[in-house]
């Protein structure tokens, strides 16, 4: 069995300018922004296998994708949905890119990010027993950055082998082998 794991092209949204300060709802409106906003289609997309099913994200930039590189049924899983970005409620004013350690890192000192995590390996862990259970061989996942990163580590805990990534490049396609 082979599971092809693949993050969504790259999103045609530029982040913010790094001389200026933004704010907490700045950010916000940023990420509602790029959750919305097109994708780079790839000339040459990744050579792959026949796969037998296409599993994906709902978001509009990863249906895109999968489209692009899979011409019959998707099947849509809100458990494939990017972990959303945490809120701030702070008047503090910051570079982007500090608000982007903080998201990064905010499953350090963010309650609410963690137990989301922790619900998003669940979600995980459900998809992959549901892949198993139904015998079919060739699967591609499309999904989103830190998905593909615990995917992977489960799917390494259940026998499968396959290329190492920390953050899955855009349109990259990552083969695992049972």
């Keep these: ?37 097109e994708i780079e289609y790839r000339k040459d997309p990744p050579k792959t296998t026949e796969w037998k099913a ?65 619900q998003t390996k669940k979600k995980i862990n459900y998809v992959l027993d549901e892949i198993l259970k139904s015998n079919k061989e060739d699967v591609l996942i499309v999904s989103h950055a830190a998905l593909m990163f615990y995917i992977r580590k489960e799917l390494l805990k259940r026998g499968f082998t396959g290329p190492k990534f920390t953050i899955a490049k855009n349109g990259e396609l990552y083969e695992f082998k049972l």
């Design 1 to 37: 069995m082979k599971i092809g794991l693949l993050r969504h092209y790259k999103v045609l949204k530029d982040f913010p300018k790094e001389k200026r300060l933004y704010s907490a709802e700045e950010v916000k409106q940023w990420f509602a922004e790029y959750d919305v906003a």
């Design 54 to 118: 296409c599993y994906s994200s709902p978001m509009s930039r990863a249906i895109k994708t999968a489209r692009h590189l899979y011409d019959r049924d998707i099947i849509e899983l809100e458990e494939l949905r990017e972990i959303a970005a945490p809120v701030f409620s702070t008047r503090l004013k910051l570079p982007f890119t500090v608000w982007a350690f903080f998201i990064r890192f905010s499953n350090l000192f963010n309650k609410q990010t963690r137990a989301e995590i922790k």
